[in-house]
C-alpha cells in the first residue's frame, strides 16, 4: 500500500474529503481516537429552505466526554429522528433526490455508528463510480499512548506505506522530516476550490459522472 490516507470518518463530508478516498491507495479510518463532539463525525450542514445552511445531526446514544469514536451507539429513536429532520432540507426531497437516497444506507441509523459512517462512506464511493481499500485503525495494534503525529506515523508504518496524503488544512500539524525519518513520503492534496456542500445535498442534485471528475482530477500531490 504505498499511498495511505488517514482520517476520521465523517457524516457526509464534503465532496473534497473523497479526494483522500481517489488519490489514495488505502484510506484508514480514524476510529481509536477520542470522538470531536463539536467537530464533523456526527453532524453535517445542509441548505435549509430559507437558503441558511442548518445542521443535520446524528442522534447518539449518551457516551462519556474520553469515549472513542469506536465506541458510539446511536440513540433507539436514532432512525426516526433521522428522517424527520431531513425534511427540513429541499435539495434532499426534490424528484430527482428520492432514487439517489434510495442507494445509500442513510436511515440505517442503529447500533454502531462507526459502523454506519464507513458503510455511507462505501455507498458514496459506489454511487461515484470510485473504489479504494479500507481498514479501521482499532483493527491494527496502535499503542493508545501514542498522540497525533507520532500515532499517525505508526499506522503508515503497520499499513507498509511509503507515502502518508493529508487534505491541505494539515499542513501545519506534521514535520516532513520526520515522516522521512520512518522512510514515509509526506504529501498534501491541492486546496479545494469546488463546492463546499455537504456530499448528502450534492448527490442528490449532481450527477455521480461530474462528483467522479471533480475527485478524481489530478493534483500536485499526485
Known amino acids: 500500500m504505498p499511498t495511505v490516507a488517514i482520517m476520521q470518518p465523517y457524516f457526509y463530508p464534503y465532496a473534497g474529503y473523497f479526494r483522500l478516498f481517489t488519490h489514495a491507495d488505502l484510506f484508514v479510518v480514524l476510529d481509536c481516537v477520542q470522538f470531536p463532539r463539536r467537530g464533523w463525525v456526527h453532524r453535517n ?35 426516526d429522528r433521522l428522517r424527520e429532520d431531513l425534511r427540513r432540507f429541499p435539495a434532499l426531497a426534490a424528484p430527482q433526490a428520492a432514487a439517489r437516497l434510495a442507494e445509500l444506507p442513510l436511515l440505517d441509523a442503529q447500533g454502531s455508528v462507526v459502523d454506519y459512517l464507513e458503510t455511507n462512506l462505501r455507498a458514496v464511493l459506489r454511487t461515484i463510480g470510485a ?71 450534492r448527490l442528490c442534485r449532481d450527477d455521480p459522472a461530474v462528483l467522479r471528475r471533480e475527485l478524481t482530477a489530478p493534483s500536485s500531490a499526485g
Open 131 to 201: 473504489r479504494c481499500h479500507m481498514v479501521r485503525s482499532s483493527s491494527l495494534a496502535i499503542d493508545p499512548q501514542l498522540r497525533a503525529q507520532a500515532r499517525i506515523l505508526e499506522i503508515a508504518a503497520q499499513v507498509g506505506a511509503t507515502r502518508y496524503l493529508n487534505a491541505p488544512g494539515g499542513a501545519a500539524l506534521y514535520d516532513a522530516a520526520a515522516f522521512a525519518a520512518r522512510g514515509l513520503e509526506l504529501a498534501f492534496l491541492d486546496p479545494w476550490c469546488g463546492d463546499g456542500a455537504s456530499m448528502l445535498e
Open 45 to 79: 450542514r445542509l441548505t435549509a429552505a430559507d437558503g441558511n445552511l442548518n445542521w443535520l445531526t446524528l442522534g447518539l446514544a449518551y457516551a462519556p466526554q474520553q469515549a472513542l469514536i469506536r465506541d458510539l451507539q446511536f440513540a433507539p429513536d436514532a432512525a
